[in-house]
């Protein structure tokens, strides 16, 4: 069982960028997922989540009005669309899954995790 994210790469400032996270060897139906980042030197901070379901959603206060996240569980993929965007949103960003807990910007709540994709805003 496995996350996998895709979608990062190099923007300048203002630009956008889809991250997709995918799951292998496990459906995502019952999974709360949520999206992390780590910028050098700094702790992992809680970026967006959403529910199983999708009905609920939330995001940090930097993000929010400029990134949306959503899921197609037929698919087995959630997506984090990123507009606006800046230099300080330059990190790894990590997909993450939870099957108890619920969708929550705590790190510590999620059972699997992904590799990471890198996110460079940069002119």
């Known amino acids: 069982s496995q996350l996998v994210e895709s979608g990062g790469g190099l923007v300048q400032p203002g630009g956008s960028l889809r991250l997709s996270c995918a799951a292998s060897g496990f459906t995502l139906d019952y999974y709360a997922i949520g999206w992390f980042r780590q910028a050098p030197g700094k702790e992992r901070e809680g970026v967006s989540c959403i529910s199983d379901s999708g009905g609920f959603t939330d995001y940090a206060d930097s993000v929010k009005g400029r990134f949306a996240i959503s899921r197609d569980n037929a698919r087995n993929m959630v997506y984090l669309q990123m507009n606006n965007l800046k230099p300080e949103d330059t990190a790894v960003y990590y997909c993450?899954?939870?099957?108890?807990?619920?969708?929550?910007?705590?790190?510590?709540?999620?059972?699997?995790w992904g590799q990471g994709t890198q996110v460079t805003v940069s002119s």
């Open positions: 993450a899954a939870d099957f108890a807990t619920g969708a929550t910007l705590i790190p510590e709540s999620y059972d699997y």
